[in-house]
């Protein structure tokens, strides 16, 4: 089945700063998602991005499914944004396959 | 909001008693997952309904886990006989094309 990786496992940023977050898959896909969880424990779906780009106020991703991989850019960070953030990612009506999540901090 | 619910949301057993977890879905989604995520992992897979036919089961899932989704409406998780390696988040989702998660329920088995 798919496999998914994710880099940076960890990232600590300043508040204001912006970062890249990458997710890797190892096969074609029919559906790719990110996901935030909160330090409460709920995830929250942030996009739906099978293929081509998004953006929803300071967090946009881009998908480029012919070379496997997506990225999710957060702009001008905020404490708010702390938590792990996780791709899925699936090959079609099958269940969508998580890596590990990269932890952001995010410091005043 | 009709989001996806879950009951209870912690739940804490002694090793050997049979729990059971409830999950109500977004009501026009017909795919119901359940995933279970430990520390510093991403949640993993362990079976999933459309409408109400239990169409994929994970080799993680063992005997002594049983779903149920009568009428293709809310779903039950039951774990019989618990072991303290059964302690960990139980998450349910609905996907319409984007997928919805619920809260959650923490099991710790003592």
């Known amino acids: 089945g798919i496999q998914v990786e994710q880099s940076p496992p960890d990232l600590i940023l300043q508040e204001g700063a912006n970062s890249t977050l990458r997710c890797n898959f190892s096969d074609s896909v029919n559906n790719l998602q990110w996901f935030h969880q909160n330090p409460w424990g709920q995830l929250i779906n942030l996009f739906y991005?099978?293929?081509g780009t998004k953006q929803n106020g300071r967090l946009s991703a881009t998908t480029v499914a012919t070379e496997r991989y997506s990225l999710l850019y957060i702009s001008s960070s905020q404490t708010t944004d702390s938590g792990v953030y996780f791709c899925?990612?699936?090959?079609?009506?099958?269940?969508?396959?998580f890596g590990k999540g990269t932890r952001l901090s995010v410091i005043a | 909001d009709t989001g996806v619910s879950q009951d209870p949301r912690h739940k804490i057993t002694k090793r050997g008693q049979n729990v059971t977890f409830r999950c109500d879905p977004i009501s026009e989604h017909n795919r119901l997952y359940w995933y279970r995520q430990t520390l510093g992992q991403g949640p993993e897979f362990l079976t999933y309904?459309?409408?109400?036919?239990?169409?994929?089961k994970s080799r993680l899932l063992s005997d002594r886990f049983s779903a149920e989704r009568p009428k293709g409406s809310f779903s039950t998780l039951e774990i019989q006989r618990t072991e303290q390696g059964d302690s960990a988040m139980y998450l349910c989702?609905?996907?319409?094309?984007?997928?919805?998660f619920g809260p959650g329920t923490r099991l710790t088995v003592l």
């Open positions: 899925a990612a699936d090959s079609g009506n099958t269940p969508l396959v």
């Open positions: 989702a609905s996907r319409g094309y984007k997928q919805f």
């Open positions: 991005i099978p293929s």
């Open positions: 309904f459309q409408n109400e036919a239990q169409l994929e």
